[in-house]
C-alpha cells in the first residue's frame, strides 16, 4: 500500500499500482523460500514430477493440457509439503493452463475430451475431499478441495473414471507415508498430483482397459 499525504495532512492509502503483479511477485518469492527449506527428497520429487509431467505431454503418453497443468502444481505442492498451504494463484493457473490446452486440443480436433468428462472427474474427485472438510476442517483443508477439482478435471480430460483411482492412489501414498515418517500432519497435495499422474501414465492398467 503507498501513502500519500494531503495538504491538511491526511493521510491516504492508495492500492498498489499492480496488485497482481505484486501478488505474483509475493508467491514466487515464497516458493524459492520453500524450496530453500525443503528437504533433498522433497526437491527431487518435485523436479521428477515436473519432469515425467511433461516429458509424458511431449510424447504423447498423456494429454499436453494435462501434463502442463500438473507442472503448474508443482510450486503449489512445493508451498504445501514446507507451510501447508495450497496457494489459489498456483491452483488457478493450473485450471487455466488446463481449459486452455483442452480448448487449442477441441479446435484442432485432436481431443475427444467432452465437458462432461470434465465436470465428472472433478466432481469425484473433490467431493469425497469435500465431505472430509466439512467434517473436519482441521485434518482436510480447502485448499485440497479446490486442488482436487482440478485434477480430477485434468484426469477428466482423458477419462473421468480414473478419478476415483486417483484419489485412491493419492489416500493411499500418503498414508503410507505418514506411517513410515511417524508424522502426526502430513501435507495431502503431494499426494493428490502423483495420484493423477500415476493414474493418467497407467490409464489401461488402472481401468484394466
Do not use: Y
Not at 493521510?11 to 514466487?28: C, D, I, K, Q, T
Not at 479446490?146 to 493419492?170: E, M, T, Y
Amino acid at each position: 500500500m503507498g501513502l500519500v499525504r494531503t495538504s491538511r495532512d491526511t493521510v491516504v492509502v492508495r492500492p498498489p499500482r499492480n496488485l497482481v503483479a505484486a501478488r505474483g511477485a509475493s508467491e514466487w518469492s515464497s516458493v524459492l523460500e520453500c524450496w530453500e527449506s525443503a528437504s533433498v527428497g522433497v526437491r527431487l520429487g518435485c523436479v521428477l514430477a515436473t519432469a515425467i509431467a511433461l516429458i509424458a505431454s511431449m510424447t504423447g503418453a498423456i494429454p499436453i493440457a494435462c501434463g502442463l497443468a500438473i507442472a503448474t502444481l508443482v510450486p503449489a505442492v512445493l508451498t504445501d509439503t514446507q507451510v501447508r498451504r495450497l496457494p489459489d494463484v498456483w491452483i488457478a493457473s493450473a485450471g487455466i493452463v488446463l481449459l486452455v490446452g483442452v480448448g487449442v486440443s477441441w479446435s484442432t480436433g485432436s481431443t475427444s475430451t467432452s465437458i462432461a468428462g470434465l465436470a465428472a472427474g472433478a466432481l469425484l474427485m473433490s467431493v469425497p475431499i469435500l465431505l472430509l472438510h466439512l467434517a473436519s476442517p482441521a485434518s482436510m483443508g480447502f485448499g485440497d478441495v479446490k486442488l482436487a477439482i482440478v485434477l480430477g478435471a485434468a484426469v477428466g480430460a482423458l477419462d473421468w473414471n480414473l478419478a476415483i483411482p486417483a484419489l485412491a492412489l493419492a489416500a493411499g501414498s500418503t498414508a503410507t507415508i505418514g506411517v513410515c515418517t511417524r508424522a502426526r500432519h502430513i501435507a495431502f497435495g503431494p499426494g493428490l498430483v502423483a495420484g493423477a499422474l500415476v493414474a493418467l501414465l497407467a490409464q489401461d492398467l488402472v481401468t484394466g482397459g
